[in-house]
């Protein structure tokens, strides 16, 4: 009957029915990277080998991480056999807090989208604060 005030269709099968996060990010095909030996407020005294994991729809092909919450980028050195990736932080790096950040760009030139103000925040990637040490400081 037409005019009615009846429920609308059901969406079809597989079809997304709204803004969750999580069905919007599963179905995102930037590869995505994180750390996996540091977390949240952690201390790490150097020298550092931060190591961390990767995927993407494509193969990822290059994997990037920032300590400055993606204002500066430095190469790390990456497994495509394994999708593990590490970066050794030595001790030219001065003792301070940090917003440790990783990002991946896969073999389509689709790099992961990280911090930036004009991106709807569910796309965003927060950075993770981290404490390093320098050697000799005595500072725990």
């Known amino acids: 009957p037409s005019g009615g005030g009846g429920a609308p269709p059901p969406p079809p099968a597989g079809a997304t029915t709204g803004g969750s996060a999580d069905t919007d990010l599963a179905s995102d095909p930037t590869p995505k990277s994180w750390c996996s030996n540091v977390l949240e407020n952690d201390t790490i005294r150097l020298p550092f080998n931060l190591m961390g994991e990767c995927k993407g729809q494509a193969p990822v092909n290059n994997i990037e991480i920032s300590l400055d919450g993606g204002s ?9 056999k394994t999708n593990e990736w590490s970066y050794e932080l030595n001790t ?14 896969d073999k389509a030139g689709r790099t992961e989208r990280t911090v930036n103000p004009n991106l709807d925040v569910r796309y965003r990637k927060r950075p993770v604060t981290i404490n390093i040490v320098s050697p000799g400081t005595g500072r725990e």
């Open 72 to 80: 500066t980028w430095f190469k790390a050195n990456l497994n495509t």
């Open 92 to 105: 030219s790096i001065q003792g301070s807090t940090y917003q440790l950040l990783t990002r991946a760009t």
